[in-house]
């Protein structure tokens, strides 16, 4: 069951959702259309558009769809010329066959799968790509790990490829991609990214205050963080792909 408080809980944070965090690998987006160029790309679950900005780089056309009007709005003001449309997996307000490709920035795991898979399935023409894209942070450093836990940062790339094994009946085999990248945050900056998180979004006032009380403790005193005025954060960015039949 789709935690539907959660998953429109980030509206609220909008502004600094966009800001603290992280873009995507140019190689990971150009992975997950599977060589297509120049085409017309649903960014579905599109959030503030950090997704649709690295596609629109790319030259390709893209049109972001939205269930949450904060995010909707962000979106707006950080990418010029751009709207989302208002919509979600499960009701694209797209006709029959009109992308290309449709990706997923951070958000497939908010989806209801069987319903989303018939509407992007729906959507793409045949031979189309869909393809979920995650950044995770790799907690194969201690104090990464550490940041998660206190964060109550559940999701791991080898969760990620061990729970989703196919997208249903009209697409052929997922294929994975893994990428790795940095993001550059000062220690304000990781507090203000965990703050863009669900967990924290939804959480109790004491849970709020426990969960900044126990980070700037990381954070002030961790060997490979104390004293630095800028934090490097690893990620690992996992692709899963497919193609419609």
Request: glycine share 8%.
């Amino acid at each position: 069951m789709v935690d539907h408080t959660h998953a429109l809980s980030f509206g609220a944070a909008a502004s600094d959702y966009d800001r603290f965090r992280p873009r995507y690998p140019e190689a990971a987006v150009r992975w997950a259309l599977d060589g297509l160029s120049d085409a017309r790309v649903v960014d579905l679950g599109a959030g503030t558009g950090i997704l649709t900005r690295a596609l629109l780089a790319l030259g390709h056309e893209v049109v972001p769809v939205e269930p949450d009007p904060g995010m909707r709005a962000q979106l707006a003001d950080a990418t010029p010329g751009t709207t989302a449309l208002a919509g979600s997996a499960e009701a694209v307000p797209l006709p029959d066959g009109a992308a290309d490709a449709v990706l997923v920035g951070t958000a497939y795991h908010w989806f209801d799968r069987e319903p989303a898979h018939a509407e992007i399935a729906r959507v793409l023409r045949p031979g189309g790509a869909f393809a979920p894209i995650w950044n995770v942070r790799d907690d194969r450093l201690d104090w990464v790990a550490e940041l998660s836990r206190i964060a109550h940062i559940g999701e791991k790339s080898a969760n990620l490829i061990e729970s989703y094994t196919d997208f249903g009946p009209a697409f052929d085999a997922i294929e994975l991609g893994e990428f790795t990248h940095r993001t550059t945050l000062t220690p304000d900056g990781v507090l203000g990214m965990i703050r863009t998180r669900s967990y924290w979004l939804t959480a109790s006032s004491t849970d709020r205050q426990r969960v900044e009380r126990e980070l700037r403790h990381l954070l002030d005193s961790h060997p490979d963080l104390a004293g630095r005025e800028a934090v490097e954060l690893p990620y690992r960015t996992i692709v899963l792909r497919a193609r419609r039949r």
